[in-house]
């Protein structure tokens, strides 16, 4: 395997890393800003109110962007076992 071959599959593999993660992770970000916005507003400072809300927006999310966080998976790992001959080289 030789440098270039490597780097990119380095660089496939945050790309794609990133592009599946980056759903879930904004929408615990905007369900948390929302929810202390609330918090901040009304004065309530319970804990266990800002976990319940990110937890159910993260599981729609997921559950929602499944067929599309796995067909991008299964693209990547295609990729890299197609590259895999190029390794033994």
Request: net charge neutral.
């Amino acid at each position: 395997m030789n440098q270039e071959t490597a780097i990119e599959m380095l660089r496939s593999l945050i790309t794609v890393s990133l592009l599946v993660v980056t759903p879930i992770i904004g929408a615990a970000i905007i369900v948390g800003v929302l929810v202390s916005l609330l918090q901040a507003v009304t004065s309530i400072q319970e804990p266990t109110l800002s976990f319940a809300p990110k937890l159910i927006a993260i599981g729609a999310v997921i559950i929602v962007g499944a067929p599309w966080m796995i067909r991008q998976l299964m693209e990547f790992t295609i990729f890299f076992i197609n590259k895999i001959p190029e390794m033994t080289k």
